[in-house]
């Protein structure tokens, strides 16, 4: 996954309130209602008002990102959460949240994202729900994907953990990443996953993509009508690409922020890989 930078999510928090507008034109709900359906919950069963959410900013490995607190804060308040950024950094600043009765804390090192809900022992990993979130965007895009063919760009993590997903949804997969042994172990590893060496050919032959890798991808590749959803990081295309797609769905933090958010009240354990837990389905706590 891309390490954000400040630059990239400096227009975060001033394009939140704007996405609920862009989410609805793209996939006809607003970011509260998507994240309740990608996470299978009745919207009506969840009291967003109801959570306090810490952000805490962590100084380990690259240090903080300028304005990343602020932008998950910004993302949480517009589900209708209470959110603050806690004035301390790391454990002063976890201390800090559960002082002040934090019912969810996020907090990001550079390997993993999560939010940690602080009554039910759970916690939601951005990787997991930055993949559900584009899956079931896609989905939502397209109309379904049973018996679909849909190309994931990036076997990183993010792109796995979509390739997981998709096949839960009853769709081929085909993968394709310029690492292609990347590709080749996603084959090796599940059923109706298909390594693709070839990049640029796999983009045009298939229409449903979902991109989750870094690179920029040339308007020329794009098929007319495409369907894309791409968390990848930074926006990868052109006004020729723009043009000929049918929608592309794209936000560089706030969506997989969102399912992020629901996910961590609504299930007890988490199927976090590096743990191998399979999650429970709680009512909401
Ligand atoms: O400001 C802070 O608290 C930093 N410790 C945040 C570091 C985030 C590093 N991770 C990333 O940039 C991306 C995120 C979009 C999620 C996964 N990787």
């Known amino acids: 996954m891309t390490r954000l930078t400040a630059d990239l999510i400096k227009d975060v928090p001033s394009h939140v309130p704007r996405l609920d507008d862009e989410l609805n034109d793209k996939i006809g709900m607003d970011m509260r209602t ?3 359906y990608a996470m299978d919950v009745d919207i009506k069963d969840l009291d967003f008002d109801r959570y306090t959410v810490a952000i805490v900013p962590v100084t380990s490995g690259g240090g903080v990102i300028g304005g990343f607190s602020a932008s998950v804060a910004a993302a949480v308040g517009a589900m209708g959460m209470r959110s603050f950024v806690t004035g301390a950094c790391d454990v002063t600043g976890v201390a800090e949240a559960f002082s002040s009765g934090a019912d969810i804390i996020f907090m990001a090192d550079d390997e993993r994202f999560i939010a940690l809900n602080t009554r039910t022992r759970s916690f939601s990993d951005n990787i997991w729900s930055t993949a559900k979130g584009y899956v079931t965007a896609l989905k939502l895009a397209e109309g379904g994907l049973e ?6 760009i990036g076997a990183g993590r993010v792109g796995t953990e979509a390739v997981k997903i998709l096949r839960e949804e009853g769709a081929s997969v085909e993968v394709t990443d ?3 042994k ?7 590893r599940f059923d109706n996953v298909k390594a693709k060496k070839d990049v640029k050919q796999a983009i045009k032959d298939n229409r449903l993509i979902l991109n989750a890798s870094p690179g920029l991808i040339s308007g020329d590749l794009i098929q007319n009508g495409a369907v894309i959803s791409s968390p990848g990081v930074p926006y990868a295309f052109d006004a020729e690409g723009e043009r000929k797609a049918k929608v592309i769905i794209h936000d560089v933090l706030s969506l997989g922020v969102a399912v992020m958010a629901v996910s961590s009240v609504c299930l007890s354990l988490f199927n976090i890989p ?3 837990v399979v999650a429970e ?3 909401i706590s």
């Open 34 to 36: 998507f994240a309740c």
């Open 178 to 180: 310029i690492l292609h």
């Open 281 to 283: 389905k709680l009512v």
């Open 274 to 276: 590096a743990a191998g």
């Open 147 to 152: 018996g679909k063919t849909v190309l994931v």
């Open 182 to 188: 990347r590709s080749v172990t996603l084959e090796n």
